[in-house]
């Protein structure tokens, strides 16, 4: 569990997924870092490279070890990816849209890694045997929330995990604090294009069945967020609530892992990653 210093320099395959433009913010990324894992912060969903930068450089405040930096594809990019090229961070993460070579080939000349990710551990052998020995890292991600998640993974081939959702139920995430207890409460979610259908069309996303996902599940398909009133944040607007959010919290989306069910409490992210470890190694030694 140890093989990842070779290749991204940091000590676990664990990985914090890039939890929303602000909720995986430094200090979770740092905590994620310090820790062993390798943290990710994420760019907006807009242009804003000297956002990104401050980012990037108050996290360096906070951590000296690698962490990098999560970009969506599907949204404008180019300056935002070029400010992270710049800062040299450890890892550039891609997803939602089509990677080119070109952007390999510049990342790589800056000293930056391209990870790639799989989502479905049905999907991770084939992966796993398509890359070869070709020194490429497999990461294996959704649904992992524990050390049984993790040990499963490693035995498909993964060489490492993508944990999303156990690290949002932390105490250095930057979800709203309503956001963090309906993790610890509520125990099932539905894959649901209902948030964000204007703004990000065709890309459904998993969600808590919240009472108010509750009442809206079977939203018409012509209606989306734009055709809601005017508000500080429109309803089905797919933004998540964080600690500087106010209204009413509990009608904005929330999103999760199918396995939130095993989530019991707020953790430090430091004690999230102790027990992916701690428990996975149990696992193996009781299998040896």
């Given amino acids: 569990m140890g093989g990842w210093r070779g290749i991204l320099g940091f000590e676990y395959g664990i990985v914090l997924a890039p939890l929303g433009p602000d909720i995986s913010g430094p200090e979770l990324v740092a905590a994620v870092a310090n820790a062993g894992g390798l943290g990710l912060l994420r760019a907006p969903d807009w242009e804003s490279p000297d956002y990104v930068r401050d980012l990037i450089r108050k996290t360096r405040t906070l951590t000296d070890k690698p962490f990098g930096v999560g970009v969506v594809l599907a ?24 990677c080119t070579e070109e952007l390999v080939l510049q990342a790589h000349q800056a000293g930056v890694k391209v990870v790639p990710q799989d989502s479905l551990f049905s999907l991770v052998p084939r992966v796993v045997d398509l890359v070869g020995d070709r020194n490429i890292p497999v990461i294996a991600a959704g649904g992992i929330v524990d050390g049984r998640g993790y040990v499963a993974a490693l035995s498909l081939g993964a060489q490492g995990i993508c944990v999303g959702t156990r690290f949002l139920a932390t105490e250095e995430s930057y979800a709203h604090p309503t956001y963090k207890r309906k993790l610890v409460e509520l125990e099932n979610t539905e894959y649901t294009d209902v948030f964000g259908r204007a703004r990000w069309p065709g890309a459904p996303h998993r969600v808590l069945k919240t009472p108010f996902f509750q009442d809206w599940r079977n939203l018409p398909s012509h209606e989306n967020e734009a055709n809601q009133p005017e508000k500080e944040i429109r309803r089905f607007a797919g933004t998540v609530p964080n600690p500087t959010t106010t209204g009413d919290i509990e ?16 953790l430090p992210a430091a004690e999230v990653v102790k027990r992916l470890v701690e428990g996975a190694q149990l696992l193996i030694h009781q299998k040896i």
């Fill in 75 to 98: 949204f404008p990019h180019k300056e935002n990816i070029k400010a992270i090229l710049d800062e040299k961070v450890a890892v550039l993460q891609l997803y939602w849209g089509e």
């Fill in 251 to 266: 009608s904005m989306v929330m999103y999760a892992g199918q396995s939130v069910g095993l989530i019991k409490e707020i």
